[in-house]
Nanobody
Framework: QVLLAESGGGLVQPGGSLRLSCSAS????????MGWYRQAPGKQRELVAG???????NYADSVKGRFTISRDNAKNTVYLQMNSLKPEDTAVYYC????????WGQGTQVTVSS
C-alpha cells in the first residue's frame, strides 16, 4: 500500500507563496497520474492540480496561473508551488493519485490571512 506524506503548509499573508511537497512510498509511483487536492472547512475535497505520469499538468480554474504542479519520479515526490495566495486558498491540502485511491495522508494546513 502506498503511503503519502504531505508537508510545507503554514500561515502566509495574502499575495504570499508556499511550496508543498508530497512524498510517496513504493516503486510504482512513476506510473500514476498524481493530484493535489484541498478541503476547506464545510466544503468537499476538490482537485486543484493534476499531473500525468509523463508530466503534463492540469489545473482548476480557481488556481490557474497561480499554482504550478511538478513531480520528481526519482524522489517519489510531487510538488505544488503556490503563488499569489488568496484567503480562499485556505484549506488542508492533500496529495493522492488522480483519480484518488487508497489511503489519504494527513494533509498539510495552508492558511492565508493577514
Amino acid at each position: 500500500q502506498v503511503l503519502l506524506a504531505e508537508s510545507g503548509g503554514g500561515l502566509v499573508q495574502p499575495g504570499g507563496s508556499l511550496r508543498l511537497s508530497c512524498s510517496a512510498s513504493g516503486s510504482t509511483f512513476r506510473i500514476y497520474n498524481m493530484g493535489w487536492y484541498r478541503q476547506a472547512p464545510g466544503k468537499q475535497r476538490e482537485l486543484v492540480a493534476g499531473i500525468t505520469s509523463l508530466g503534463r499538468p492540469n489545473y482548476a480554474d480557481s488556481v490557474k496561473g497561480r499554482f504550478t504542479i511538478s513531480r520528481d519520479n526519482a524522489k517519489n515526490t510531487v510538488y505544488l508551488q503556490m503563488n499569489s495566495l488568496k484567503p480562499e486558498d485556505t484549506a488542508v491540502y492533500y496529495c493522492n493519485a488522480d483519480p484518488p485511491h487508497g489511503r489519504w495522508g494527513q494533509g498539510t494546513q495552508v492558511t492565508v490571512s493577514s
